[in-house]
């Protein structure tokens, strides 16, 4: 099963939390503040491998979360980090928030790394307080959170051999006999309107990715029609095979197919013309494809091309077909990602994936209580540690310089109302 689009939950594994401790050894008098750090909680990182083809594996394993750093100890002992969650993808993955849309990054080449979903950093012990107006703080930090989003998974058409040619010509056809996938077939004169991927399996264990990619029309490499979409997929395979109809049904002569097609290719990127092309003569069952193919290589005069004649429909012609085009794969090297990507995507650069949000909000629940919500104020309510004083007091003024007493009194707040952080519940005191 050929896999290209899946839906993934990574968590950046939390910080460890700081410790309140001191020292108590003898003869040291007035020993101090002795809690250590948290360690930082792992990433989740994805690497591009070059030997993974399709996205099979997230089909079994959907949930990835980095280990969260250790606890800080006493003696100021910082804990340990943890390690980093490392993911393996196919090249061509391109990853994106689920709930945004936006793209996180777009993994091509092999070594490529981007992280995720950062770790938390570790939480401060009480050594980290100690000021000369309280030189023994019971005071002490809980771990950051990791940052857990949702995320899709797309493989974007990095197949071995790509089908091009005009619309209707047979490409789905040809895709769905030769491999399992099941792209929708019928007489349409408009194009098909995603790529369709299949695996395509030889005698002696040989395989190869095949791609049904949107048919191409003149003035594609302006835009027309699906052309820089296509055209963006078809930079990514290293044989093209071009599909012509021989049959002449849709009224179009075969040869002058093939001539506006290969120029639309040129126009976009010289580089494409670097690729090895296979022609198939597809649609040879019908009766006059045996003239037009003869008409075809006349005009074409070349002897060096590779022309398949084939029939999709009666599977004529096709193994031929696919071992050329795994002969022609063995000896074709792949083409540097670099080099064929658009001018205008700078792949040096990869995304950032800070929360840009305001600090908080306020909202009102059924029963009248206020509800504050935000990144930056669950972040710091998630690392405050309650069970000591010290701590309570520094969340109350680090609320208070945020601007939410101020903002919660124009928004009514009276003395002795509820306010809620997430599952727990406050009482605002003026």
């Known amino acids: 099963m050929f896999v290209d689009h899946v839906k993934v939950y990574v968590k950046g594994g939390d910080g460890g939390d700081g410790m309140v401790a001191f020292r108590r050894e003898k003869y040291i008098a007035y020993g101090g503040p002795a809690g250590g750090d948290g360690g930082k909680g792992g990433d989740v990182v994805f690497i591009v491998d070059e030997g993974l ?3 099979m594996d997230f089909r079994y394993q959907r949930h990835f979360k980095a280990p969260r750093g250790e606890h800080g100890g006493s003696k100021n002992r910082h804990g340990k980090g943890g390690g980093d969650m490392v993911v393996k993808v196919p090249p061509g993955t391109i990853v994106k928030d689920l709930e945004t849309g936006t793209i996180i990054a777009d993994l091509v080449e092999h070594g490529q790394t981007a992280v995720i979903a950062k770790g938390g950093r570790g939480g401060r012990g009480n050594s980290r307080f100690a000021t000369p107006q309280n030189p023994a703080p019971e005071l002490s930090e809980k771990g950051e959170p990791g940052l857990e989003r949702e995320i899709t998974l797309e ?9 091009v040619g005009f619309p209707s010509v047979g490409k789905s056809t040809l895709l769905s006999v030769v491999s399992a996938a099941k792209p929708k077939i019928a007489d349409y004169h408009f194009t098909t309107l995603v790529p369709n991927l299949g695996m395509v399996e030889l005698e002696g264990g040989r395989t190869f990715v095949l791609a049904d990619l949107p048919g191409l029309i003149e003035g594609a490499h302006e835009g027309v029609g699906l052309g820089h ?3 963006r997929h078809i930079e990514r395979t290293r044989v093209i095979v071009h599909v012509v109809d021989m049959s002449g049904m849709e009224g179009r002569d ?3 197919d093939f001539i506006t097609i290969n120029e639309e290719l040129e126009k976009y990127n010289l580089r494409l013309m670097e690729r090895p092309q296979i022609i198939v003569a597809n649609k040879m069952d019908m009766p006059e494809a045996e003239e037009n193919l003869k008409q075809f290589k006349e005009k074409l005069d070349d002897e060096e ?9 009666t599977r004529e012609g096709l193994d031929q077909l696919l071992f050329a085009v795994a002969d022609l794969l063995e000896t074709t090297p792949e083409f540097p990602m670099h080099e064929i990507e658009d001018e205008d995507e700078d792949r040096s650069v990869l995304y950032k994936h800070e929360a840009e949000t305001a600090d908080f909000k306020i909202t009102r ?3 009248g209580a206020f509800v504050l919500s935000g990144y930056s104020l669950e972040r710091l309510f998630k690392m405050t540690d309650f069970n000591f004083d010290q701590s309570v007091r520094k969340f ?3 609320l208070r310089g945020m601007g939410v007493d101020d903002a919660l009194r124009e928004r009514g707040a009276k003395d002795g109302d509820t306010v809620r952080i997430l ?5 605002f005191i003026e």
């Open 229 to 231: 979409q296509f055209l």
């Open 396 to 398: 109350a003024r680090q």
């Open 305 to 313: 091309a590779l022309i398949f004649p084939i029939s999709a429909i």
């Open 53 to 55: 083809r399709t996205l």
């Open 365 to 367: 629940d059924d029963d």
């Open 254 to 256: 075969p040869y002058e």
């Open 155 to 163: 493989l974007k058409v990095l197949a071995d051999a790509g089908l």
């Open 423 to 427: 599952d727990f519940e406050f009482e």
